[in-house]
Nanobody, 123 residues
Framework: QVQLVESGGGLVQAGGSLRLSCAASGRTFSIYNMGWFRQAPGKEREFVAA????????YYTDSVKGRFTISRDNAKNTGYLQMNSLKPEDTAVYYCAAQIGRYYTLPRYYEYWGQGTQVTISS
């Protein structure tokens, strides 16, 4: 069992930055691959970014490449999503998730999910 708690969301103007954190507890977080997803009102949950358990491989959806950076600090049992150059279309609830497998972009393979944190970008 792994528990995940996101934090760091908020309201910022377009062009601004936020850093989301995902604090893990329970089973050793370091062995799990981690992803970030987002869901806007009326939309399906969308893959944003993922990182392997060793942190040596990262994956991003095209719309955030060059703007978002995923990272993790296994010693702190925490994952991060640094979001720069934010756009109104980034507005969503952001979720972190963990899985033992390597199906990074597919939400149905993630075993554990956080409660989400709201990110709102004003124009």
């Amino acid at each position: 069992q792994v528990q995940l708690v996101e934090s760091g969301g908020g309201l910022v103007q377009a062009g601004g930055s936020l850093r989301l954190s995902c604090a893990a507890s329970g089973r050793t977080f370091s062995i799990y691959n981690m992803g970030w997803f987002r869901q806007a009102p009326g939309k399906e949950r969308e893959f944003v970014a993922a990182i392997s358990w060793r942190g040596d491989s990262t994956y991003y959806t095209d719309s955030v490449k060059g703007r978002f950076t995923i990272s993790r600090d296994n010693a702190k049992n925490t994952g991060y999503l640094q979001m720069n150059s934010l756009k109104p279309e980034d507005t969503a609830v952001y979720y972190c998730a963990a899985q033992i497998g390597r199906y990074y972009t597919l939400p149905r393979y993630y075993e554990y999910w956080g409660q989400g944190t709201q990110v709102t970008i004003s124009s």
